[in-house]
């Protein structure tokens, strides 16, 4: 349970966390779609990266996907 609360901001939509996106994509998809176009559809490399996102608090995961995504 403690899991799912952790990475409760990975599965709101973009729009939920961010005011500048009105997409209803989930931010994890977001993310994942992102990192795969950047290394070249590498599955191994954005696991890394995925899991990477789970540790992280919901601030941390805010800054980076925002960085990551704007």
């Known amino acids: 349970m403690a899991e799912a609360i ?4 990975l599965d709101k939509q973009m729009q939920e966390v961010f ?3 009105d ?5 994890r998809d977001a993310m ?6 950047d290394n070249g559809h590498d ?3 954005t696991i890394k990266a ?3 996102w789970e540790s992280m608090s ?3 995961l805010k800054k980076t ?3 990551m995504l704007k």
Do not use: F, R
């Not at 952790?6 to 901001?9: G, H, L, P, Q, S």
């Open 6 to 9: 952790k990475t409760a901001m």
């Open 19 to 21: 005011d500048w996106s």
């Open 23 to 27: 997409s209803e994509t989930p931010l």
């Open 32 to 37: 994942w779609d992102h990192v795969m176009d």
């Open 43 to 45: 599955t191994m490399k």
């Open 50 to 52: 995925a899991k990477d």
């Open 58 to 60: 919901d601030d941390q």
């Open 65 to 67: 996907a925002e960085e």
